[in-house]
């Protein structure tokens, strides 16, 4: 069962969010074929000031894809 992790600055109310995560899910779903009742979708809210700690605290470096430029990258 795949799981979709996203983290963002908060003050996004939640009907922003579920539509986050619904075409989160839905491209999830478009290109690898997955049942939609197979994809879970999180957002959880990290302040500014806390947002590159929490995100080095729960990845590897090697395991951002795509890196923002807040977020040091490791090479």
């Known amino acids: 069962m795949p799981h979709i992790a996203i983290t963002l600055y908060p ?3 939640d ?5 986050i995560a619904e075409k989160m899910q839905q ?9 939609a009742e197979a994809v879970s979708v999180s957002i ?14 729960r990845y590897r470096a090697e395991d951002l894809y795509i890196s ?8």
Do not use: C, L, N
């Not at 491209?27 to 049942?35: A, M």
């Not at 959880?44 to 605290?57: D, K, L, R, S, Y």
């Open 11 to 13: 003050g996004r109310d």
């Open 68 to 75: 923002s430029r807040a977020i040091p990258t490791y090479e």
């Open 15 to 19: 009907a922003t969010k579920r539509d």
């Open 27 to 35: 491209q999830y779903v478009e290109t690898f074929g997955t049942d």
């Open 44 to 57: 959880v809210e990290a302040p500014a000031e806390e947002f590159t700690e929490t995100i080095q605290e």
